[in-house]
């Protein structure tokens, strides 16, 4: 099942990172979905207050996810917070492969070399590389209101090295880097998918105790790991085991071990899967079907026009608002939030 934040889910997901290593792999050795930071959940924790309960709940979450997603054909601008300039271009050399299929444009340069991120520079994805902060991203959108947006911790370097003194391997690096990039164009986790299944696969007590042992209490575990509720607004296909969007989780997490459906071996490549529901997201001007027979005057059909991007937008930031006051939320907490929702949503 593939799921992204197009149409309307919970929006608190957690973001974390694709990776392999074991439960007993504390030392970061390799990239690993069970060492990594999650800041993206808070981030938009504050765009659903506390106070909004029932009903409204769900029309806030839907009309914030629905947000999340980049524009058809739009220029993603991408800066960098530190770095060697060889370790910047190979992110943009391994995340440019989403643009093969998605119609947007990572931008990653300025004046002929990589983009330095600079206070108020209005670049949408910030990059850090910061040790021991994990690798993740905040989802869509969103990454507008917050810096850094992504980070992908000790790969700032021309040659980076594990904790054990090997150097990192290419593979698993690049599988890390294009799950991040995926998150950052809207994608959620695929084995949170509802069809998964893989709640009743988890050990949970084991997956709390994995949890504890690294800081995580048990919301964040759940974040990471519980299946979406299904409903109706979820944009979601068929579950994809091979998605670079599954983790790839220790077997230990799984009360049937390596004979769990939900474990899977680590998923180094964008799935052929991933690959057409990310051009369905983000579609590629397709030329008119001209219809040739019938009426003497030849005709242009094309699929039903949609509503301008940024008017869409502006609907939803209206909506997002009379849904907060709707709901009691005080005013000068109404205008922060709407003020942070509005960058979110318009850039603006």
């Known amino acids: 099942m593939r799921l992204a934040v197009v149409a309307r889910c919970a929006a608190c997901v957690a973001i ?19 060492a990594s930071t999650l800041p993206a959940a808070q981030a938009q924790v504050r765009l659903i207050p506390a106070e909004i309960k029932g009903a409204p709940l769900a029309q806030v979450r839907g009309v914030v996810v629905r947000a999340l997603t980049w524009k058809r054909g739009e220029t993603i601008k991408v800066c960098f917070h530190g770095g060697t300039r060889k370790a910047q271009e190979r992110v943009a050399r391994i995340a440019s492969e989403w643009m093969q299929y998605a119609n947007v444009l990572f931008d990653f340069e300025e004046g002929g070399a990589p983009r330095l991120c600079q206070s108020g520079g209005g670049s949408d994805i910030k990059v850090a590389f910061e040790d021991n902060k994990g690798w993740w991203s905040v989802p869509g959108t969103s990454s507008r209101t917050q810096d850094p947006s992504m980070n992908l911790q000790f790969y700032g370097v021309d040659a980076p090295m594990l904790a054990n003194g090997q150097p990192a391997p290419e593979a ?20 949170q998918s509802p069809n998964a299944n893989c709640d009743v696969e988890i050990d949970w007590d084991a997956a709390y105790k994995i949890g504890a042992g690294i800081g995580w209490d ?31 989780l220790p077997p230990s997490l799984f009360k049937r071990g390596k004979q769990s459906p939900c474990f899977v071996t680590e998923n180094l490549e964008l799935s052929e899967q991933d690959r057409t529901f990310i051009a369905s997201i983000y579609p590629k001007a397709e030329a008119p079907i001209v219809v ?47 003020a942070e929702f509005r960058k979110a949503a318009l850039g603006q």
Request: glycine residues 4%; contains cysteine.
């Open 172 to 191: 698993p690096m690049r599988a890390t880097i294009l799950h991040e990039f995926g998150h950052a164009l809207g994608l959620l986790h695929e084995h």
């Open 218 to 248: 048990k919301v964040q575990v759940d974040r990471n790991f519980r299946q979406l509720t299904m409903n109706v607004s979820l944009n979601a296909t068929k579950v994809d085991r091979k998605s670079i969007m599954h983790y790839s």
């Open 16 to 34: 974390a990172t694709v990776g392999s290593a074991t439960a007993e792999d504390t030392d970061n050795s390799q990239p690993s979905c069970i």
């Open 292 to 338: 040739s027979s019938a009426p003497p005057t030849a005709v242009t059909r094309s699929a039903v026009k949609r509503a301008a991007p940024n008017d869409d937008r502006k609907a939803l930031v209206e909506r997002y608002a009379e849904l907060l006051k709707l709901s009691g939320i005080e005013a000068d907490k109404t205008s922060n939030l709407v």
